[in-house]
């Protein structure tokens, strides 16, 4: 596709339960980043790939949270034991990254997650 | 510490009326500035960038960005606001050269009436 495609595009889930929201960023770009974004507030940074490894893990809220990437392509967030404070967007962006120059990020639709 | 200020939270124009939304960064390498407008329910959309060169930045739909570096701003300005342009505004500032962490503002809220 063209852009930065994220699913699903809503989650509702229940307290305790775990969740994984997947990004497929713009075939080419080598880094992906994760955010997230809770109602009316700014983005706040959550993890970094460079290729498929994570110079940067700083953002993620607890140990609960985990993401992974394979190769240059696909990356999951993945949640455990979801709370109601994990409520929020999920956004993706994608670069085409450090080495060609360009960091200029393009986002995602975002994935609504919603626990209840 | 790097971070990115925006100090007004919520803005009201008319339309027609001229508009500046205000950006300050505090980054200890030389800056990349972004300015993203994202519409209710919508994701963020990259409106212009600063790299390098020209510090008069032309983005899309009409606005412009000035990079001041004696004042580390990067404010945004159109000359004449549409309905259209109600949405919030996010600056963000990151850097080739000391990782890739991006720091966003916390936005500015635009409201446009009529």
């Known amino acids: 596709g063209a852009g930065v495609s994220q699913s699903p595009s809503n989650k509702v889930t229940e307290k305790g339960k775990d969740v994984e929201l997947r990004c497929d960023p713009i075939s080419g770009h080598t880094a992906l980043y994760w955010y997230r974004q809770r109602l009316g507030q700014g983005l706040e940074f959550l993890i970094y790939f460079q290729g498929n490894s994570a110079p940067d893990k700083s953002g993620l809220p607890s140990d609960r949270f985990s993401a992974e990437r394979t190769g240059e392509s696909v990356s999951t967030l993945t949640i455990q034991r979801t709370q109601q404070e994990d409520s929020a967007v999920y956004l993706c962006a994608s670069s085409l990254g450090r080495l060609a120059g360009d960091e200029t990020q393009y986002f995602g639709p975002g994935t609504r997650l919603l626990v209840l | 510490a790097q971070s990115v200020t925006q100090p007004d939270i919520h803005i009201t124009v008319s339309e027609g009326a001229s508009l500046e939304l205000r950006c300050n960064y505090s980054y200890g390498a030389t800056p990349y500035l972004f300015w993203y407008v994202q519409s209710p329910g919508q994701g963020l959309q990259l409106l212009l960038k600063y790299f390098s060169g020209d510090t008069l930045v032309q983005g899309i739909k009409g606005f412009e960005a000035e990079f001041k570096r004696s004042q580390s701003s990067f404010n945004l300005r159109k000359p004449s606001v549409h309905w259209s342009d109600a949405a919030e505004y996010f600056c963000?500032?990151?850097?080739?050269?000391?990782?890739?962490?991006?720091?966003f503002g916390t936005g500015t809220s635009l409201t446009v009436i009529p």
């Open positions: 963000a500032v990151g850097a080739l050269n000391t990782g890739n962490q991006f720091y």
